[in-house]
Structures are given as C-alpha cells and as structure tokens.
C-alpha cells in the first residue's frame, strides 16, 4: 500500500505540481543575443517534446521500482527518479522562459509509460534494466539531434540539452553495469517507433 501511494504521488506531482531541481539549472556565460520569432517557435517545440521525456522518464522509473521485489534495486530506480526530476525542472522553467507551454496531452504520455514500466518490471529485472538502458541511449541520440537543431543563439536551451544527454548516458551505463539484459532488435525498433510518435505530436499539441 505505501508503494502504491508513492506512486500515485509521483504522478500527482509530475503532473500538477511545479518541479524543484536539487541541482542548478545549466547556463553558460554567453552574450544573450534575442532569439527570432522563428527560432524561439522552434525552441519552445523542442524544449517541449524534452519536457515530455521528462514526464515519460518519472513514469517509467516510478512503474519500475513499483514492481521490482528486489529492495536495492527500486532504490537504484528511484535515486534515478529524482535525478530526472532536475530535468523535469530545468525544461519547465526554460518553457516557460520561452513564453511556450508543456503539452496538452501529459495526462495521456505519463500513463503510457507507467503502463510501459509496468511492462517491463514484470518481466523481471533484468529486462527492466535493459529496458531502461535501452531507453537511455535513444534518449541520448534524440538529444544529440536536439542539439543540432536548435538555435545556435539558444544558450540556455543548448546548455540544458547537453547536460541533459550527459545524464541520460550515464542512466544508461549505470543499468547496463547492473545486469541489464540486451533487449532483441525487434523491441529496440518499436520503442523508436513509439517515441516517433510521441515526440512528432508532443512538438505541436
């Protein structure tokens, strides 16, 4: 039951509550050169889609630790968790610097990946660890993308995005040293695909 509620906080929170960072938002001491009306369009819609990995990445870790048995593991998953929070953090308050807003439908992103984490934690946590890793470094491959394709006057927006990815990988090795299993190329290729989706919707709605 205590687990139960501590999932549904996390929800409630991710969802309706304003993220705190434990950690500085990342800057770099850069002229600040206004952005066009294009180029902060374009921000906002990626910084946008990021936000949404952040609501999808509390999801994930909160479902995992949920269902895992094995005490030091869900304590990995949630130390995970709230690392993400600073992400989390740090993409709402560059939205909003933006004058963008998150996307209408996080409602509906954060239980699809609740339900995907509860997916995988019940087929063991080996497989939950591979799914994590797996998850990490497609998260880490569409950041480097980010950070191509934003503006090159976006400063805030780039620093975010690059200690982002820095973080992710580390997710991602930080599994793989646990005992993640390698998931089979037919799995890796449908969570690209679903996140095709996600991230082409979350740009605009």
Not at 72 to 93: I, P, Q, V
Request: glycine letters at 6%.
């Amino acid at each position: 039951m205590d687990a139960l509620i501590k999932a549904a906080d996390s929800a409630l929170r991710t969802l309706f509550a304003t993220p705190h960072a434990s950690h500085a938002c990342p800057t770099v001491p850069e002229t600040h050169v206004p952005l066009t009306d294009d180029e902060r369009r374009l921000s906002v819609g990626l910084m946008r889609v990021n936000h949404v990995g952040e609501v999808c990445a509390q999801a994930l870790y909160t479902a995992q630790a949920l269902t895992t048995p094995n005490a030091a593991l869900r304590r990995h998953f949630e130390k995970a968790c709230a690392e993400e929070t600073d992400h989390l953090a740090w993409t709402a308050e560059r939205l909003q610097a933006l004058g963008g807003r998150p996307s209408l439908l996080n409602p509906l992103w954060y239980a699809g990946a609740f339900g995907l984490g509860l997916l995988a934690g019940r087929m063991g946590d080996r497989i939950s660890l591979g799914f994590v890793e797996e998850t990490e470094q497609q998260v880490g491959a569409h950041l480097q993308g980010h950070l191509h394709t934003l503006p090159q006057n976006d400063h805030a927006s780039r620093a975010i995005v690059a200690q982002m990815q820095k973080d992710e990988l580390r997710h991602a090795n930080a599994a793989k040293s646990a005992g993640g299993a390698d998931l089979p190329a037919p799995a890796k290729a449908l969570m690209r695909a679903a996140a095709k989706v996600m991230t082409t919707v979350a740009h605009r709605i």
